[in-house]
């Protein structure tokens, strides 16, 4: 069974930074693009990075690069997301999600999905 577990959230002033953790179980990352996806109150789902298994290429959002790193440690079957300069706006429920192909971009491509954690930037 794949499992998909985030951790790291919570609250942080604007500026500061958060490092995210999924905790993936059931699949190696080897097969699987992840990706690291948020959601705020009454917006889309909107995503912020994914890395490819097939070449361990990185993608970024628009209104995150720059200020964010995606990384996998394949030993330990997790993905990282370091957030730096974070900022009000960065507030949402992150998600991280498994697709079963090399590459996947956009929300609809993934598979699985963890239960998200929660990123609060204060002002």
């Known amino acids: 069974e794949v499992q998909l577990v985030e951790s790291g959230g919570g609250l942080v002033q604007a500026g500061g930074s958060l490092r995210l953790s999924c905790a993936a179980s059931?699949?190696?990352?080897?097969?699987?693009?992840i990706g690291w996806f948020r959601q705020a109150p009454g917006k889309e789902r909107e995503g912020v990075a994914c890395i490819s298994s097939s070449d361990g290429r990185t993608y970024y959002g628009d209104s995150v690069k720059g200020r964010v790193t995606i990384a996998s440690d394949t030993t330990k079957n997790t993905v990282y997301l370091q957030m730096n300069s974070l900022k009000p706006e960065d507030t949402a429920v992150y998600y991280c999600a498994a697709a079963e192909t090399p590459l996947a971009l956009g929300p609809d491509e993934y598979d699985y999905w963890g239960q998200g954690t929660q990123v609060t930037v204060s002002s």
């Open positions: 059931g699949f190696t990352f080897d097969d699987y693009a």
